[in-house]
């Protein structure tokens, strides 16, 4: 490999740090799919514990009657307190790897906690057996109405598999690809910054509906997500080849154009690559858990069905999981291009 070439490689992200990457990866897999959704969530833990700690504290300030940029100005708050908190934990597990390595585990299970990835499939997978029997039950879709912090009670399951199939590409875009490129790029803290600003724009977001505290966090997760969503988009579509009737082509098509795209707040262009991959109109009106109307926007081919049952929910389900296993593949020979071994 020409060194020109090798130095610019290592400038960009750490090789040394791919198989802790991997192994993190393949974790989130094996505990997700062995524990389920964590309290019935499916986000990774580190946007648990952002909205368990800041999220109560942000509804307080969040007072609708105020004036937008006071709203804007108390999400700017949160955010600085968030990532500064986010900042210095960073650093300390930096320190308590270094010092604890624990046979070079420690590193990628502290790791694991800022993805996810098993658990996405065992929420999906409830759901697809539930429509498959035509037996959705509350129960049912559960796990996926507080992952996507959506209120599915009053919809019908064209709405909630229409639904499903969206968090099967934005989980695996923000809570997998974006932190382990940023976990490349700038170790622990970085990748648990980008965690943390994901979890307040899905906390206080409104998928950019907002008018105040999702404002802020919800332009700099922007800033840091917008390269590694391209990145998942790609990968969407490339792994749309092992699901039946998907098309890679079209999949690739989605990211040159903006009609009937999503935008970057409602999925992006990873949604967009799902929608015309598999020919499905995605997206749509819903009610967020609080209670707040979204018109979301309709995402997909001209004339492309939106009466999605559980087939369809099966092939997103496929593309998500060889998304995964394809980025491992990915990173491997990442790795192996770097001549780390």
Known sequence: MPEGLIQLHEQLFHPERIPYAIAAILIAMVVGVIS?????????????AVD???????DKLNKTHRPKADLVFRGFLITALALAVAFGLGKALDLLVFYY??????????????????????????LYFALEQKKVGEGAFYA???????????????SITRCAMGFAVRSYDKGLIAPVIWY??????AALIYATLAALFWRFGKDGFSKGLGVVPGALEKLMGFVPSLFSAVMVAATSMFAPTA????GLEALTGMKNRASYEQGGWPLSALAWSLNVSLGGAFQDI???AIKGAWVGPDKATAKNDHKHLRRALIINAMGQFLFIVVLACAYLWSGAL
């Open 52 to 58: 368990t700690f800041f999220g109560r504290f942000g």
């Open 144 to 158: 996926i109405a507080r992952s996507e912090r959506k209120n599915l009670a009053a919809s019908d399951d064209l």
């Open 290 to 292: 609080t209670g707040s």
């Open 36 to 48: 389920g959704p964590l309290a019935g969530n499916a986000n990774p833990f580190v946007w648990q």
């Open 247 to 250: 098309k890679v082509s079209k």
């Open 101 to 126: 390595p624990l046979y070079n585990l420690s590193e990628a299970v502290i790791l694991s906690l800022m993805i996810t990835g098993g658990s996405v499939w065992y929420a999906l997978l409830r």
């Open 184 to 189: 490349l790029i700038g170790g622990l803290p």
